[in-house]
């Protein structure tokens, strides 16, 4: 029995750094959206098509308060109840992001800190936008109303 203690915890630790690293976040590199602008027209219909507002408007939001990305949306899972951030372009929301935050949040599911999103912002559904998409999509965000109200934890 003791023969098989050293080899097992060997597998064990093996095994802890594999998972590590295939789960580790990962970011997009700093020149991947070089030379892209934006186009907030295109980045209105990309935010559309991606059903940005149903997650991230406030709760009971109607007609034009739609557009006020305030979050708040309450999602039960087996993880918890996850709680739709504030996507507004406020210091409270993503002011200070950038398009390619944005890309690493929605594409590879990386927040701005490193951390992982996922599950709450269910990336691996938009991980196969064109970068020119999430530029758009971006340029449009920036347009919409900004919303002081800050982010709920999980």
Same mark, same amino acid.
């Given at each position: 029995? /003791?023969?098989?203690?050293?080899?097992?915890?060997?597998?064990?630790?093996?095994?802890?750094? &594999? !998972?590590?690293?295939?789960?580790? +976040?990962?970011? &997009?590199?700093?020149?991947?959206? /070089?030379?892209?602008?934006?186009?907030?027209? /295109?980045?209105?219909?990309?935010?559309?098509?991606?059903?940005?507002?149903?997650?991230?408007?406030?709760?009971?939001?109607?007609?034009?308060?739609?557009?006020?990305?305030?979050?708040? #949306? /309450? !999602?039960?899972? +087996? !993880?918890?109840?996850?709680?739709? *951030?504030?996507?507004?372009?406020?210091?409270?929301?993503?002011?200070?992001?950038?398009?390619?935050?944005?890309?690493?949040?929605?594409?590879?599911?990386?927040?701005?800190?490193?951390?992982?999103?996922?599950?709450?912002? +269910?990336?691996?559904?938009?991980?196969?936008?064109?970068? #020119?998409? =999430? =530029?758009?999509?971006?340029?449009?965000?920036?347009?919409? +109303? *900004?919303?002081?109200? *800050?982010?709920? *934890?999980?």
């Amino acid at each position: 029995m /003791r023969r098989l203690i050293l080899p097992a915890a060997i597998l064990a630790l093996f095994l802890l750094g &594999l !998972f590590l690293i295939l789960t580790r +976040p990962t970011q &997009l590199g700093p020149d991947a959206l /070089r030379g892209l602008e934006g186009d907030a027209g /295109r980045g209105a219909a990309v935010f559309l098509a991606a059903g940005c507002g149903s997650c991230h408007m406030a709760p009971g939001a109607t007609e034009e308060a739609r557009l006020i990305l305030s979050g708040g #949306q /309450r !999602f039960a899972s +087996p !993880f918890g109840t996850f709680l739709a *951030p504030n996507i507004s372009p406020s210091e409270q929301g993503i002011e200070k992001w950038s398009a390619r935050d944005l890309a690493n949040a929605l594409m590879l599911g990386t927040g701005r800190d490193g951390a992982h999103l996922y599950p709450a912002l +269910p990336y691996a559904s938009y991980s196969k936008m064109m970068m #020119q998409d =999430v =530029v758009d999509l971006h340029a449009y965000l920036m347009t919409l +109303p *900004p919303d002081a109200t *800050p982010n709920q *934890p999980h």
